[in-house]
């Protein structure tokens, strides 16, 4: 079986972490799975928004522990070599790619697998799903963005306890708390994420592309530089397909036909 499953419909391509019985923990070949299914979002001009989630119980429990030989005689392990080549990649790729990404967070995410869901731009989560930065109970910093994303969505105060205590926080407190987007019944996960997905899909891509770039970039701009972005990202939006149709479906009192251009 692939260690991540890709599906492409109605303009969603749905990536599906797929290793249930290692509660989808991400080894070298789901890393290069997860790449190609990157790639082809990016490339596909067919693919429009992006749903991710995982197979079983779990989202995501981050690094393959059972991977790492850490016995006694074993030679030290170089972390930042797979940071390096694996791990930062992706954040920067789900980051930089200029189409939404929904993320379904179907059960815990742990570790690098919780900061790879807040790496994603609108995050779900199931009801009994949880969030634990788990890295303080490996001695470990907290990677893959989450010294990035924690503080500036929850504020230091919260971002640190949970970094330093590694509690799983659920997912109605991690609504609550701006972590993420919304925490839904379990049961309603799955279809609310695709449908969610799937309206992404059928809106203004190009435009959605230039948003994220401008909300992404805000966090290290000054404001100055924050509204001359806007400006740029703006001119290129104006002179889109989908701007002359969003205005027009408007005035014609209509919902508009996005193609993403
Ligand atoms: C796992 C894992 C897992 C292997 C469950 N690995 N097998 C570090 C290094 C370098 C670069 C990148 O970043 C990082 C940061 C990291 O991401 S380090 C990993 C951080 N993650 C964790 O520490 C989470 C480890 N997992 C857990 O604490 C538990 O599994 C949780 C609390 C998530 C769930 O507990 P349970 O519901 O009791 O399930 P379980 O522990 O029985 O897990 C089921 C199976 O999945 C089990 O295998 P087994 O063969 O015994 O049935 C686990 O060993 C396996 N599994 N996470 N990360």
């Avoid at 109605?10 to 799975?33: D, F, Q, S």
């Avoid at 067919?46 to 995982?54: C, S």
């Avoid at 869901?117 to 995050?123: M, P, Y």
């Avoid at 109605?172 to 379990?186: C, F, S, T």
Wanted: aromatic share 4%.
């Amino acid at each position: 079986m692939p260690s991540v499953l890709v599906c492409v419909d109605a303009g969603v391509e749905t990536i599906t972490l797929n290793r249930p019985e290692k509660l989808n923990a991400l080894n070298p070949e789901m890393h290069a799975e997860l790449r190609a299914a990157l790639e082809r979002a990016a490339d596909d001009a067919e693919i429009r928004a992006v749903l991710m989630t995982g197979a079983g119980r779990a989202f995501c429990t981050g690094q393959d522990l059972a991977e790492r030989d850490v016995s006694a005689g074993a030679a030290p392990i170089d972390l930042s070599v797979s940071l390096g080549s694996h791990y930062n990649p992706l954040v920067r790729r789900l980051r930089a790619l200029p189409k939404p990404i929904v993320c379904a967070v179907n059960g815990v995410a742990a570790g690098a697998g919780a900061n790879l869901a807040l790496a994603c731009d609108i995050v779900i989560a199931a009801r009994s799903a949880s969030f634990v930065q788990a890295f303080a109970r490996l001695g470990l910093v907290p990677d893959s963005g989450g010294t990035f994303f924690l503080p500036r969505l929850v504020g230091t105060a919260r971002a640190m306890a949970l970094a330093l205590l590694a509690e799983p926080l659920s997912a109605e407190r991690a609504e609550q708390w701006g972590l993420i987007w919304k925490a839904l019944d379990d049961a309603r996960l799955a279809d609310e994420a695709l449908a969610l997905a799937r309206g992404l899909a059928s809106g203004p891509t190009k435009g959605f592309g230039l948003l994220k770039k401008a909300i992404y970039s805000s966090a290290s701009n000054s404001l100055d530089a924050q509204l001359d972005l806007e400006r740029d990202l703006q001119r290129e939006a104006g002179v889109s397909e989908d701007y002359r149709e969003g205005v027009t479906a408007f005035k014609e009192k209509r919902p508009p036909r996005f193609k993403g251009k």
